[in-house]
């Protein structure tokens, strides 16, 4: 079971138990956070879109740290330009406590019933009164109708003779 979790920006795959750096975050160490999740992995099932707002992720901060220090050089030849700066990255480190799927579907017995309503709604009696009401009505398609041509040709048996 993992899940996609987003923030700063960033998408990263956790799993509970797992330890992740991410951009600072404003809370204090130990503090707890929900983060946002965008997809929900089980072995049984998949969940993303708005079915995965209902997955919580929640994380525990473990402390904040500096990334590793990035030095940047601008040098242009023959002008006597150098400049030389650096750049360290704030960090929070998170390990991920746990995700909570959504609870399952309850009330199987009303899941049935609503199926077996579902199904009868489709070719049920009201289909068949339709049926007696189109038969009487002189035909209910054009396709059908025009397979049925009868009264053309006798048309054209009557012109030819």
């Known amino acids: 079971m993992y899940a996609i979790v987003k923030?700063?920006?960033?998408?990263y795959r956790v799993e509970q138990g797992s330890s992740l750096l991410v951009e600072r975050l404003s809370v204090d160490e130990g503090a707890r956070v929900s983060l946002e999740p965008l997809l929900y992995v089980d072995d049984s099932r998949m969940l993303d879109g708005e079915a995965v707002a209902k997955?919580?992720?929640e994380a525990k901060v473990?402390?904040?740290?500096?990334?590793?220090?990035?030095?940047i050089v601008k040098f242009k030849p023959k002008r006597g330009y150098k400049r030389r700066t650096g750049h360290r990255q704030?960090?929070?480190?998170?390990?991920v406590s746990s995700i909570k799927p959504p609870a399952p579907r309850g009330g199987g017995s009303r899941g049935a019933a609503a199926s077996s309503e579902?199904?009868?709604r489709g070719g049920g009696?009201?289909?068949g009164r339709r049926a007696a009401a189109s038969s009487r009505s002189g035909g209910s398609s054009g396709a059908a109708s025009s397979s049925r041509r009868a009264p053309d040709k006798t048309k054209e048996g009557e012109d030819g003779s």
């Open 118 to 120: 579902g199904g009868s």
């Open 62 to 71: 473990l402390g904040h740290e500096r990334g590793p220090k990035l030095r």
């Open 7 to 11: 923030t700063g920006g960033k998408q």
């Open 90 to 95: 704030e960090l929070t480190r998170l390990e």
């Open 55 to 57: 997955v919580k992720v």
């Open 125 to 127: 009696k009201s289909s």
